[in-house]
């Protein structure tokens, strides 16, 4: 079945520093990705899309790379503040209107 | 625009009670989803819908129903609540189509005792 793996563990980091958030999948050929952030007590909102035939995707403090070949994206947060404490979570397409969602992993940036 | 809203935010329910969730867009999507959120099993799809009148099965629908009698509204059912569906219920839209991205409410959380 498909399976996505993002790391459970929480991810500490100190502010100024770049976040590397990972998400791996098997059992599947997605024809995009994309990635959410959630606060605490609120919905997902939509970050970033990434297409399979795309290596890198970029949106301000942002990026996004896609290895179709590793089956794994990395999300980068560059220059990280508190304000970007949440959890991230990736999505991969399951079918042309349903996608799959990883169980996310929480990011902490302290000053 | 309002985007997606949830009604109602939180309830507690006794085993065996039934209750209706409630999920209105205001942006004229043709999809919609709802969602159960688990500590450490991610967002799973239990039913949506992509178009006014009609349903379908997600991935674990067994104990829920839903309707969609107006584009713009989805409701999920309860007919008789165990404790397994205590869980937080997010409800979500899209356009629909390839590479469309979902718009997500905020969620209601659910306590059946």
């Known amino acids: 079945s498909q399976k996505i793996e993002q790391n459970s563990e929480a991810l500490n980091i100190q502010e100024g520093k770049t976040a590397t958030l990972t998400c791996n999948y098997t059992n599947y050929s997605p024809a995009y990705l994309q990635w959410y952030r959630q606060d605490p007590g609120r919905g997902p909102v939509f970050l970033l899309l990434i297409r399979e035939n795309e290596k890198e995707k970029r949106k301000e403090r942002l990026k996004v790379t896609f290895d179709t070949t590793l089956k794994q994206s990395l999300f980068h947060i560059t220059a990280s503040q508190p304000a970007d404490s949440a959890t991230y979570l990736c999505?991969?397409?399951?079918?042309?209107?349903?996608?799959?969602f990883g169980t996310g992993t929480r990011l902490q940036v302290f000053p | 625009n309002a985007g997606v809203t949830q009604t109602p935010k939180f309830r507690v329910l006794k085993t065996g009670q039934s209750m209706t969730l409630l999920c209105a867009q205001d942006?004229?999507?043709?999809?919609m989803y709802w969602y159960r959120q688990d500590p450490g099993m991610g967002l799973r799809l239990i039913h949506y819908?992509?178009?006014?009148?009609?349903?379908a099965k997600g991935e674990v629908p067994d104990g829920y129903n839903v309707s969609r009698l107006k584009k713009q509204n989805f409701l999920l059912g309860l007919e008789s609540a165990a404790p397994s569906q205590t869980s937080v219920y997010f409800c979500?839209?899209?356009?629909?189509?390839?590479?469309?991205?979902?718009?997500f409410g905020p969620g209601t959380r659910l306590l059946v005792l």
């Open positions: 819908s992509v178009g006014e009148g009609t349903t």
């Open positions: 979500a839209s899209s356009q629909g189509g390839t590479e469309e991205t979902q718009y």
């Open positions: 999505a991969l397409d399951r079918s042309t209107d349903k996608l799959i």
């Open positions: 942006m004229n999507h043709e999809y």
